[in-house]
């Protein structure tokens, strides 16, 4: 197989067997992000498709979750980095209810590579433990990630409890079963601040950017 389709395949077959030499070789060419959004992402997207098709179980998937892990851990190293001043403080969480991180720890990384001071509430994370963690640490942004349709919903509770322990400082969303006008029609109304809507992690890098200045 050619080098692309080895590395999506890693993901698919959940298996480690020859991945580390492969992304080497990947490097030589791509950017660690152009591996991650391209052959690794593609990886996860058809284990997304088997999975849907009940063609793989949970077991199998976590074992392809795995693989992406270690793949974003080798990769990060190579990562560019800005060793600028710290340019603000922000919270991560994945929200209730919700287990997936892969994406939220993409954030991470590059934001945390870009100056930024990054605050990971880890998964499940349920809104008191948000606003108690943005009572002590005041951050200048709330990042949240869902992947499961009902995250996208528990996102809108979130935004409500936030507004009701006042807190208004932006918000940041992203994950795979939002859109922008969810944001904009279903989460927005329901903050005082700004509800801004990330498509991926360099998305999220952009908009924060842009709020630090
Ligand atoms: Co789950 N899962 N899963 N899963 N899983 C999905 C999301 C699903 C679409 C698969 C499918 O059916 N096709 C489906 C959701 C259906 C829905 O609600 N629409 C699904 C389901 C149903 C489930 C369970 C319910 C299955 C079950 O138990 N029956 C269960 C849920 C448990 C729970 O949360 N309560 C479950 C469990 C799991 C595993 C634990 C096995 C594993 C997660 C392991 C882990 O994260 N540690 C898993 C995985 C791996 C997936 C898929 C295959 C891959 C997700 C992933 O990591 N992608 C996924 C299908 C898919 O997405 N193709 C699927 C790679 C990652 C880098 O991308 O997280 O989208 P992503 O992040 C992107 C952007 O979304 C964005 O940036 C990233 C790219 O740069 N982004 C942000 C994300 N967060 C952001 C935050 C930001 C900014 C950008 O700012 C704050």
Redesign the pocket.
Known sequence: LPLEERLASYVVEGTKEGLLADLDEALLKQSPLEI??GP??KG??E???L??NNELI??E??Q??EV??ASVAHLEPFMEKNESSVKGKII?A?VK????????N??EI?LANNGYHIVNLG??VPPDQLIEAQRREKADAI?????????AQQMVLTAQDLRNAEIDVPI???????TRKFTKTRISPEYDGLVLY???????LDIANKLMN
């Open positions: 991650i959004n690794l992402m996860m997207d284990v997304g498709r999975f849907n949970v077991a998937v976590l392809s979750a992406m892990k991560l994945t209810g919700d287990v997936h991180d892969i994406g939220k993409l954030v590059i998964i499940k990042g949240l990630s869902g992947l499961l349709v009902k995250s940041l969303v992203g994950g795979a079963a939002l990330a498509k991926d992690a360099m998305d999220g």
